[in-house]
């Protein structure tokens, strides 16, 4: 579909107040639980359906713990500022894109997984790179964008808030990485964004909510073995690292539930972490 | 020029601000290594014109030849966090030989483990810190925190040479401030009376300059 007819269709489906004749029309069936467990959340899923970007530096396909991609493309900005996407064919040359893939692939074996590299064109273009490569993931209607990176350039915050509200309407959650450094930076502390930072106990299904924000979510982020180039793999720790064990996550509740929003599946995941209430297995 | 600038001018002026820089990106570098028992520590600056990470400052092993080498800015690891603006911690390099390569090349030599920093400063990113063979074998959250206030504190330290160094240079290319910076640097030097006299002889135009 191109991005015209989703902007078509779109448009079609906002809806700006609610007469009683359009009451029979918003029936939605997707209902929450009288109690959401982590059973009910993901039980027996492996991801298969789910759409996950990773938006990052690449991914080396065909790595054991990647294993093959539905799409990978890369970002880069014409003349007017327009995003030029092409189909990426250079891959990773950092590694770490292929890290946030494979922690992905270890939690929703089955999903779909796609590269949109968006690191490649020296550092002065990055923060256009950034926006265009997350506008264009957007518009994709991925069900979860896996975001290990953020700008501390106050002139591109307007922007991402636009694009992340954006997407938190079209049904597409973006998890991004907190920072653990003492400064601003965007877009994991806009709330339409599900923020991500590390815990230290070695469980990559165990997460806690914050009950503390901006950072929302704590997941597994020390010391965790993941795919680096080459095929090869290695020990790392940062948010970078915990923010796709939640992308993981999410991949497997958007399989089960595939019509959650996502208010909807950040209520869910809440409900699930380790520290509210006392959820189920 | 804006007052905030001349006044930082005439600061450079009196710093020997080059050597300032070298001495406290050395002194970074150090301290980084100290506080987590690293084998090594070495400083990548963002030279934006060129859109390049230059290697600045080594502390420990490595091979001091490779300083002043260049590299693009968004290449390896430390492309990676000067871009994503995240630390990284990684262990077991040696795993991956293509990476361990490229590692050495751009350190001197092959370590196990390493983290890399971006030093930001406000909205600026001003280069990555890297910390090689630290000392304790798994790696904390303690760790990581004291790292990003690590960095924070190097990072403050950089912006405000980096300020000084941009002040100097539009002085010396200024033909009408050029003096004053000069004349600063010159007033340090004297004997007490000798300052003292030279101030009075300031003020006294000051003040004709007032009127």
């Known amino acids: ?281 | 020029m804006a007052d905030a600038d001349l006044r930082a001018a005439v600061a450079a002026g009196v710093l020997g601000v080059e050597e300032a820089h070298r001495d406290l990106l050395r002194s970074i570098a150090d301290t980084a290594r100290a506080i987590f028992s690293a084998r090594a520590s070495s400083i990548f600056l963002l030279d934006e014109e060129r859109d390049e990470l230059v290697f600045e400052a080594v502390s420990g092993e490595g091979s001091k030849s490779l300083l002043g080498r260049r590299m693009p800015s968004d290449t390896g690891i430390a492309g990676w966090v000067l871009i994503a603006r995240q630390p990284l911690v990684l262990d077991d390099v040696g795993g991956d030989p293509r990476f361990a390569k490229d590692v050495a090349e751009a350190t001197g030599y092959v370590p196990s483990g390493m983290m890399a920093v971006p030093l930001l400063h406000g909205d600026e990113a001003l280069g990555v810190l890297q910390v090689l063979d630290r000392k304790s074998s798994r790696f904390s959250l303690a760790e990581m925190e004291l790292l990003g206030l690590f960095a924070n504190q190097a990072a403050i330290a950089l912006h405000l040479l980096g300020r000084a160094r941009r002040a100097r240079k539009a002085a010396d290319g200024d033909a009408s401030l050029a003096p004053i910076a000069r004349l600063a640097a010159r007033l340090e030097t004297l004997p007490p009376e000798r300052q003292q006299a030279g101030l009075a002889l300031l003020e006294a135009l000051e003040r004709v300059l007032a009127t």
């Not at chain 1, 609610?18 to 029936?27: H, K, N, R």
């Not at chain 1, 938006?55 to 327009?82: I, K, M, N, T, W």
Request: charged share 15%; with cysteine.
């Open chain 1, 1 to 281: 579909m191109s991005a015209a007819d989703d902007q078509h269709e779109e448009e079609e489906l906002q809806a700006w107040s609610l007469p009683t004749s359009a009451l029979g029309g918003i029936s939605l069936p997707a209902a929450l639980p009288e109690r959401v467990t982590r059973d009910w959340a993901w039980g027996g899923s492996t991801g298969a359906g789910a759409r996950v970007c990773i938006l990052d530096s690449g991914v080396e396909a065909g790595h054991p713990r990647v294993g093959a991609l539905e799409g990978a493309f890369a970002v880069s900005v014409g003349p007017d500022g327009e995003a030029v996407v092409v189909e990426d064919t250079v891959g990773d040359e950092c590694g770490h894109g292929t890290a946030c893939a494979g922690i992905v692939r270890s939690l929703a074996p089955d999903c779909s997984l796609f590269s949109v590299r968006v690191i490649g064109s020296g550092f002065t273009g990055s923060g256009a790179i950034l926006l265009a490569g997350l506008g264009w993931a957007i518009e994709q209607g991925f069900d979860v964008i896996n975001m290990s990176l953020s700008t501390t350039k106050r002139e591109h915050a307007p922007t991402l808030h636009e694009l992340a509200d954006r997407a938190y309407f079209r049904g597409t959650m973006l998890i991004a990485s907190a920072h653990n450094m003492p400064v601003e930076s965007y877009p994991w502390r806009f709330s339409s964004v599900t923020s991500i930072g590390s815990h230290e106990l070695p469980e990559p299904m165990t997460f806690f909510y914050n009950p503390s924000p901006p950072v929302e979510f704590f997941a597994h982020g020390v010391d965790v073995e993941v795919a680096w180039l080459g095929g090869a793999t290695m020990r790392t720790s940062g948010n970078s690292f915990a923010t796709p064990h939640m992308t993981g996550i999410c991949a497997l509740v958007m399989a089960k539930h595939p019509d959650l929003t996502p208010f909807q599946l950040k209520s869910v995941l809440h409900a699930t972490a380790a520290n509210v209430g006392a959820p189920d297995g």
